[in-house]
């Protein structure tokens, strides 16, 4: 897959080794817009000894995210036009796997999530249990970590929603801290989704059409909020739940065959288990 023509690239991944014969090769992506003065305490918190590379993205930050990164001799990739969240993660994907990565983590580089519970999100994927983990607040407690009320109860209420009809008994779809198998990235078509922040949803209703959705987990991660940590507002919140009701209402008319979606068709499906 070629990487857009309008990201430049620069920077070395520094004194962060590289993945031995024995290891998965873990590769760090963090879609970052105005992430200054957050990045150097998210990234003091990566455990570096189990990654390969780590992976800044810039989607014309007005601040100095990207001098900032420089000095931490993270790879840099420059975008000459703000291409948004979802687009920003789209070319997260394709450098990780350029670089050979085995398992992508996606890390926003504001400093709300705990960076220290990356070994433990991307160990079921090591194991080959899962393909995607997803860092749950709701595993733990929110409010008190800082979440706004109306955040907590539209988080909850989407959720329920998208338990329903994907099928499954998750805490949260709505984190910004993931992990994914090289082979859930390439089998799914992350990037026909949108350049918003639904590009989020859109991607796990992929994984579940694509018939990974048993391949999904959880594991708890606190969070922090404060000044600041990036936070999406209320009106921009109403936007985000609309859209993701759509991406619900596409998969499920996608399901049952009413009207089926080239987002939410595989390019290598999962075959099934075998029943234990």
Not at 250 to 273: C, D, F, M, Q
Request: with cysteine.
């Amino acid at each position: 897959m070629d990487r857009p023509s309008d990201v430049t690239s620069t920077g070395d991944a520094g004194s962060v080794p590289s993945a031995g014969p024995s290891r998965p090769n873990v590769v760090i992506v963090m879609p970052a817009y105005n992430a200054a003065k957050t990045l150097e305490r998210t990234y003091a918190d990566i455990p570096h000894d189990i990654v390969g590379r780590i992976i800044l993205v810039d989607d014309v930050s007005k601040d100095e995210t990207v001098e900032v990164a420089r000095q931490l001799g993270l790879d840099v990739i420059i975008h000459q036009q703000n291409l948004g969240y979802g687009g920003n993660q789209k070319t997260c994907y394709e450098a990780a796997l350029a670089q050979g990565a085995d398992i992508v983590v996606m890390l926003h580089p504001d400093y709300q999530y705990d960076a220290t519970r990356i070994p433990d999100l991307i160990a079921p994927i090591v194991s080959g249990e899962k393909h995607l983990m997803l860092g749950s607040r709701f595993l733990g407690d929110p409010i008190a970590g800082g979440m706004p009320k109306w955040k907590y109860v539209a988080n909850r209420f989407l959720t329920i929603v998208e338990n329903v009809a994907f099928g499954l008994r998750l805490s949260e779809y709505h984190t910004g801290l993931r992990a994914y198998s090289r082979r859930l990235l390439e089998t799914i078509p992350y990037e026909l989704n949108s350049n918003d922040f639904v590009f989020d949803q859109e991607l796990i209703a992929q994984v579940v059409a694509a018939g990974m959705g048993r391949r999904i987990g959880e594991i708890g991660v606190p969070t922090r909020y404060f000044d600041e940590a990036s936070s999406v507002g209320f009106k921009r919140s109403v936007v985000y739940g609309t859209s993701t009701l759509r991406v619900v209402a596409r998969y499920l008319l996608h399901r049952v065959g009413v009207r089926r979606s080239p987002k939410l068709t595989a390019r290598n499906p999962e075959p099934p288990r075998p029943a234990v």
